[in-house]
């Protein structure tokens, strides 16, 4: 993966990857619109300047991580809203408590078994 490297998502080998290139993540940094200030002349916006792009990559990685006083983090939430997400849309791969087919017995073992 190269520095300039888009925001992707993958699922390869059982892993849910979430990745970016640290140029394109200060791209978006420099670009974000709550951080940009009006200017009057000349039209338009001035947004923070990164001045060290992986040092910014390593503040929002441990961003990312920082846990509230519930464990949850950032990434946490994300997760959360994204199987909502699916599950809503209709996901084909999910069933759940009212679905036909759905084992109370099965889930019990999972839950058991860790």
Do not use: F, K, W
Request: hydrophobic share 30%; charged share 30%; glycine share 10%.
């Amino acid at each position: 993966m190269s520095r300039d490297a888009p925001l992707r998502v993958t699922v390869s080998s059982g892993v849910l990857r979430i990745e970016i290139g640290v140029d394109t993540l200060a791209g978006c940094a420099e670009r974000h619109t709550e951080h940009q200030a009006e200017r009057e002349e000349p039209v338009g916006y001035d947004g923070p300047q990164v001045t060290d792009r992986d040092g910014l990559a390593q503040d929002v990685r441990r961003a990312l991580e920082h846990e509230e006083e519930d464990g949850t983090t950032a990434v946490h939430l994300m997760l959360d809203g994204s199987i909502t997400r699916a599950i809503e849309q209709g996901s084909e791969h999910v069933l759940m408590p009212r679905d036909a087919g759905y084992d109370v017995a099965e889930r019990i073992r999972r839950e058991a078994n860790g």
